[in-house]
Nanobody, 117 residues
């Protein structure tokens, strides 16, 4: 079992920056993939990006490429989502997740980001 706790959401003006954190605990996850997703009101959950914990390889959605950066602190078992040049369209609840055997199996509770214009 893996537990995930997101933090760092809030209200920010367009063009601003914010960093989300996702602290993981429970089973070791050296081979896991950790991802970020978001869900805006009335829309389906959207993939933002993921990081492979062991190798550090990254993949981003086109909508955030060049503006968002995923990183990790192995000692803290924490993954970060640095968001720059924020737009009102980035407003959503942001979730981190861990994939196990090819499925997004574990999810955090989500943290709200609101970007004002």
């Amino acid at each position: 079992q893996v537990q995930l706790v997101e933090s760092g959401g809030g209200l920010v003006q367009a063009g601003g920056s914010l960093r989300l954190s996702c602290a993981a605990s429970g089973r070791t996850f050296s081979t896991y993939v950790m991802g970020w997703f978001r869900q805006a009101p009335g829309k389906e959950r959207e993939f933002v990006g993921f990081l492979t914990w062991g190798s550090g390889s990254l993949l981003y959605a086109d909508s955030v490429k060049g503006r968002f950066t995923i990183s990790r602190d192995k000692d803290k078992n924490t993954v970060y989502l640095q968001m720059n040049s924020l737009k009102p369209d980035d407003t959503a609840v942001y979730y981190c997740a861990v994939a196990d055997n090819g499925q997004w199996k574990y999810w955090g509770q989500g943290t709200q980001l609101t970007v004002s214009s």
